[in-house]
């Protein structure tokens, strides 16, 4: 009786595994200012804007939080620029709280936490 010995070699890749970034990412403003007083409609793009299905996406407008949005897609929502707001600076934050109705294995850590994206100016002169 003889045996037949196999060699194998085990090549390893070095990937990592990670979660997805849940932070919106705003790209840009349709319109960066506009007059006191007077109706404007902001266009925002960028990504991760959540789907009302999947929890909430609202826009922080400098101290004027939780105001809220049209949802057009993940690349693309709107908000109305408050009536009362001063002259001045503000800054624009897209906020996402998920509400738990995605994978299993992120929302058991996630579902509840607000994500925020990054700050874009806006002037009302």
Do not use: D, H, R, W
């Not at 919106?24 to 006191?36: M, R």
């Not at 109705?101 to 874009?120: C, D, K, L, M, R």
Request: aromatic residues 16%; contains cysteine; hydrophobic residues 35%.
């Amino acid at each position: 009786m003889s045996y037949l010995q196999v060699e194998t070699n085990t090549v390893k890749c070095p990937t990592k595994s990670f979660y997805p970034s849940f932070n919106p990412i705003i790209n840009g403003l349709s319109v960066t200012t506009s007059a006191s007083g007077v109706y404007s409609l902001v266009y925002i793009t960028g990504t991760n804007f959540v789907s009302p299905t999947n929890g909430t996406t609202y826009v922080n407008f400098g101290s004027f939080t939780n105001l809220p949005i049209i949802f057009y897609s993940s690349f693309n929502i709107s908000f109305v620029v408050p009536l009362n707001a001063l002259a001045g600076s503000y800054n624009v934050v897209v906020v996402n709280i998920y509400n738990g109705n995605f994978s299993t294995a992120v929302n058991s850590s996630y579902s509840g936490i607000p994500n925020y994206s990054n700050p874009i100016t806006y002037t009302i002169t």
